[in-house]
């Protein structure tokens, strides 16, 4: 067979450029002339003000040449006119209110009745003849450039064209390689400068583009970052149809171990606490009122989250806070060295009971703290109480946990909340049979924090994103997804390092800046305890029953015992002899008193005064109270550096649309400033609660004179 001469194929044909179907219609049949006009109206800040003389010197020059009756009409038409827009303005430029915007309405009618003078005036002189056309045309070119300034400073795009050649840039990169990555036709239609993370937005074509696809070719998109950022990782979020985010990092700010910042440490429960810096390199705050699930593999950070919830709660005159800790008690020590807490408890019997007080107290603070409405306040006399879980698998998981505890945890998790009794749970698996045991319980834990796992599958008990995010691929320790309410999306975060050292420095000057703190007065204190007396007296001596192998590192036993002289296991006997039958005769202490009689003696320090009650909240109106909580979360702005609606929103419980228009209203007086767009301080010398008032009586005035308006009518 004759061997065929071997011919190299010509190389293979680019594919053809196709448009996006949403890019196709815009483009064809586009002439000059629409250009021209696009571009005259996009920039309308400069070529309005360029304009409006010539049109106007031209109308006066046709005006001048018409017949006097003629003329006379046209002169009495544009003094309609202005007395037209001079009548309406309040109505056609207002605030989301309904009330005028006093600065547009004013330069609107000064700008129609000024041009209509001119005209007028102009007309009868005629524009073009001697000194009375210069005279006119000099007023008509100095009245043009101050009308021009205002219109050119409300009108100027503000970023716009930066942002519109930002876009082109990061889509001329895109168009280049899209086709390689076989996504070729979309497009990138949006970029966001967030930080040191650059988000884009790309519009892929439907049917012909997935998620699936997007997630094969991230390496891909990677190797071709050079000369765009400088790192190039890369994380993709799903929009919906077939669009999606891409998230590319210039610089990791997760890469350092973060330090703890006291500047932003909150000062009461009420106020945001740190969780940890996010990718954009700002610190993500959220709430301390709030129940949380912590899952993670171990030593991915989890003890390390507990300890820096401890440290921001440590500073809370209104918080008092509790460790479970079983492990051996382990992880509880350097709690315990540190001090600044209620109580930290290292077995399962003493973890038992004090769940039981829990409930207990969330039944009698339900009865006897009414305030008016469904969420009680803490204050630094009624402070709340945070039950910090560290791994709940030997609590209350089905192999190795209590019943009991599990069934009294979830009664804590879904009732405590209206009451200010908060539980913080980590684990390192976070399946309900090894954590939990019950979604009554996990369900009510809204605040979901997933460390590192070791498959990406086991980030589904506490994220529905865990497919979008591999948490099995978090790097850094301490590293962690953070999903803050049910309709978030998790954001990526570093907690702070907190070593033990660390922490108690933290809890000593805490301390020496609140002082002493008063002790807790139970609402359920009065009630009969299981172990024997009240809870109040179990809870007053509750130091003394630490377990004998962290005795001598607890400055809160030291303190209990030069109290109580007398060692534990005399309040351990008493609590027997107080659930047992009494005896007919038994032996004396020496000076004729027993046991349980001395320790009486020596707990009427700390018992409950008689007639003592609980105290009272604000019973002042839910609404009065909520604007009250908002001009104080405003007033305080300045020493946070602004606040934002969300926060205001988070503090106060007015709902956003109240707070928008209650901004805008603010700052119209001049209460408020913006220091960017969503960040608000009040203004120097300014007081937000007097403003809050004006602002409601000028809101009263108007609806009353609308309500006589509507019956005159």
Request: hydrophobic share 45%; aromatic share 8%; charged share 20%.
């Amino acid at each position: 067979m004759a061997s065929k001469e071997l011919v190299p194929r010509p190389a293979a044909a680019p594919p053809a450029v196709i448009l996006p179907p949403w890019e196709a219609p815009k483009r064809a049949g586009e002439s000059g002339v629409r250009l021209f006009v696009r571009a005259l109206l996009r920039n309308r800040h400069v070529t309005v003000p360029l304009a409006v003389p010539p049109v106007l010197w031209l109308t006066a020059l046709a005006l001048s040449r018409l017949p006097s009756g003629t003329a006379l009409a046209a002169d009495s038409g544009l003094a309609v006119a202005a007395a037209c827009v001079w009548i309406f303005a309040p109505h056609k430029w207002t605030k989301p209110d309904g009330s005028p915007r006093a600065r547009e309405v004013w330069y609107a009618r000064l700008s129609a009745a000024l041009a209509a003078l001119w005209l007028i005036v102009a007309s009868r002189l005629g524009p073009a003849l001697g000194m009375a056309g210069i005279v006119l045309g000099a007023i008509l070119l100095a009245a043009g450039v101050a009308w021009g300034f205002f219109w050119w400073q409300h009108k100027r795009p503000r970023g716009q064209r930066k942002r519109a050649a930002l876009i082109s840039k990061w889509d001329a990169w895109w168009q280049s390689h899209s086709w390689h990555w076989n996504l070729g036709g979309s497009a990138i239609v949006n970029v966001w400068l967030m930080g040191v993370t650059v988000k884009v937005e790309v519009a892929g074509m439907p049917g012909r583009h997935s998620k699936q696809h997007v997630d094969q070719v991230l390496h891909l998109i990677e190797s071709g970052l050079d000369g765009m950022v400088d790192v190039g990782r890369v994380r993709c979020e799903w929009i919906s149809g077939a669009r999606f985010y891409l998230y590319f990092k210039q610089a990791n700010p997760l890469a350092e171990v973060v330090g703890w910042d006291p500047s932003i440490a909150p000062q009461s429960v009420h106020q945001p606490a740190p969780l940890g810096l996010s990718e954009s390199g700002s610190w993500k705050m959220t709430t301390l009122r709030r129940n949380s699930f912590i899952i993670g593999t171990t030593r991915s950070g989890k003890t390390n989250h507990l300890l820096v919830r401890i440290a921001a709660l440590s500073g809370c005159p209104d918080a008092r806070v509790v460790l479970i800790a079983l492990k051996g008690g382990r992880s509880g020590r350097p709690v315990l060295e540190a001090g600044g807490i209620e109580y930290v408890i290292t077995t399962a019997d003493e973890a038992r009971m004090y769940l039981r007080m829990c409930i207990a107290e969330i039944n009698a603070r339900g009865r006897d703290a009414y305030t008016g409405d469904d969420q009680l306040h803490a204050t630094p006399e009624m402070p709340g109480i945070w039950t910090e879980v560290d791994e709940t698998h030997g609590l209350t998981s089905v192999a190795n946990g209590d019943g009991e505890c599990a069934a009294l945890m979830a009664l804590l998790a879904s009732q405590g909340s209206g009451v200010e009794m908060y539980l913080d749970v980590d684990t390192q698996y976070g399946a309900l049979e090894e954590s939990v045991r019950t979604e009554q319980t996990r369900s009510n834990l809204g605040l979901r924090v997933v460390y590192r796992v070791e498959m990406p599958e086991h980030g589904q008990f506490a994220i529905k994103e865990w497919s979008k995010l591999d948490a099995s691929r978090l790097e850094e320790l301490g590293t962690c997804y953070v999903k803050d309410g049910p309709e978030s999306f998790p954001e990526q975060v570093r907690a702070p390092h907190m070593p033990h050292d660390l922490l108690r420095r933290i809890t000593a000057q805490n301390a020496a800046l609140l002082g002493a703190r008063p002790p807790l007065r139970l609402f359920c204190g009065a009630e009969p305890c299981p172990a024997g007396g009240t809870w109040q007296e179990w809870w007053d001596t509750r130091w003394l029953r630490l377990h004998p192998a962290f005795q001598p590192v607890s400055p809160q036993y030291q303190a209990a015992v030069a109290e109580h002289p007398h060692a534990a296991t005399e309040v351990l006997a008493h609590a027997a002899e107080s659930a047992a039958p009494p005896p007919s005769a038994g032996p004396g202490t020496g000076d004729g008193r027993s046991a349980a009689a001395r320790i009486d003696a020596e707990l009427d320090a700390v018992r409950v005064p008689d007639g003592w009650k609980p105290p009272r909240a604000d019973l002042r109106p839910v609404i009065v109270r909520q604007r009250a909580a908002f001009a104080d979360a405003l007033s305080g702005a300045s020493a946070r550096d602004g606040i934002t609606p969300s926060q205001l929103a988070a503090e106060s419980g007015m709902s956003t649309s109240w707070i928008h228009p209650q901004l805008s209203a603010l700052a119209q007086r001049g209460a408020i400033t913006q220091l960017k767009r969503g960040l608000y301080v009040p203004a120097p010398g300014a007081d937000i609660h007097e403003a809050m008032t004006l602002v409601e009586a000028d809101r009263k005035r108007l609806l009353g004179e609308a309500r006589q308006k509507i019956s005159a009518a």
